[in-house]
């Protein structure tokens, strides 16, 4: 807690012992050959890495972290199309097991076994469903990119997408987009994330797309304070403004892009102030991946530059209210089946 204000960490991932990153290399030398195998890590090993990461958690004063499998370890381009889903499940089910283990600190967030090529994103949906009905599971990631930089993946506008969104809707869950690994050279997997994340958002609000026409209900967070786009603000509002002289019906930039929601993993104050300004404190959850790409020390500082909590709280013209719906009522208005 931060001056007695309980902290929900909505973008965290798996807490896994190494058996886990095993079994994907056995899937991935096999291909498939041998079916999905056995895989076995007991529950001595899974409290053993749950609670490194909760000691972590309690250093920083993080009350409850939203756990969802490493984006980049989930292979989506991978081939066959049977260990992409054989890993989710497994990703799922051992985040279960640590949900299991500590309820009041872990929820489930699911991944999913998105895959390239395909006629549309129905066959994402049952893993879904199992991670939502069975294993109690409170969102799910969406790759914008599947093919990982190597196939076309229509945008996320596209009704390619609207089989996903439909079941998201049914399911009361929220979606967290986040891109995962990057086979393109001209770009790494981290600048490929800024990349997917900022065209979700802006093909999701085009004028030309029915998204949010068709699934009113379908909430969404996008990952990294919004890639590029509430930074560029200014260049999309031009945009904007010249389609609603052809269309005034439309709504203005500002708006769309409050049909999102964002996180705080940005790990600059600077970054941080101008997020909330401009997409609004309660369209902001708190969210550091720590540990992850965060964690190194600020040389200026001497701490952790995914020590956020602080730092937010620096900011002197966010109010209590703003505060406590940064820190914790945002994560709870959008993720509507967590027990936290």
């Known amino acids: ?11 965290a991932h798996t807490v896994a012992p190494p058996e886990l990153y095993a079994f994907k290399s056995t899937l991935l030398s096999g291909r498939g050959y041998h079916g999905k195998g056995a895989w076995s890590c007991s529950d001595e090993r899974i409290v053993q890495f749950a609670q ?21 370890q989930l292979m989506h381009s991978e081939k066959p199309e049977s ?21 009041d600190r872990f929820q489930g967030v699911a991944g999913l076994p998105q895959l390239s090529d395909q006629k549309d994103s129905s066959h994402a949906v049952p893993e879904l469903e199992r991670a ?22 229509p945008p996320m506008d596209d009704e390619y997408w609207f089989p996903l969104y439909e079941a998201m809707v049914k399911l009361d869950v929220a979606g967290l987009i986040h891109s995962a690994a990057c086979k393109d050279p001209r770009e790494s997997y981290s600048a490929h994330f800024i990349t997917t994340e900022s065209q979700a958002i802006l093909n999701m609000i085009r004028p030309s797309s029915k998204v949010f026409q068709t699934f009113p209900d379908l909430k969404i967070v996008v ?22 002289k052809a269309n005034p019906n439309l709504e203005d930039f ?11 993993n940005l790990y600059n104050k600077e970054a941080l102030d101008y997020c909330f300004q401009i997409c609004g404190p309660d369209r902001v959850m708190f969210g550091t991946e720590n540990p992850g790409s965060g964690t190194s020390i600020d040389p200026k500082t001497g701490k952790q530059t995914d020590d956020l909590a602080p730092v937010i709280d620096e900011i002197a013209w966010l109010t209590p209210e703003d505060k ?17």
Request: glycine letters at 8%; a positive charge.
């Open 324 to 340: 406590k719906n940064i820190f914790e009522d945002n994560a709870r208005r959008v993720f509507t089946r967590g027990k936290f």
């Open 132 to 153: 939502v009905k069975e294993l109690g599971f409170i969102g799910c990631l969406i790759n914008p990119d599947p093919g990982e930089g190597t196939t076309y993946t």
């Open 1 to 11: 807690m931060l001056n007695g204000q309980k902290i929900i960490d909505m973008h």
């Open 223 to 244: 990952a990294h304070g919004g890639g590029s786009v509430p930074y560029q603000i200014g260049r999309w509002r031009v945009r904007r403004n010249n389609d609603m």
């Open 83 to 103: 260990i992409v889903h054989w890993f989710a499940e497994v990703n799922n089910d051992v985040i279960a097991r640590h949900v299991k283990e500590f309820p």
């Open 52 to 72: 490194q990461n909760i000691d972590i958690m309690d250093k920083f004063g993080t009350d409850v972290q939203f756990l969802s499998p490493r984006p980049f």
């Open 254 to 264: 500002d708006t769309s892009i409050r049909r999102f929601y964002y996180d705080t």
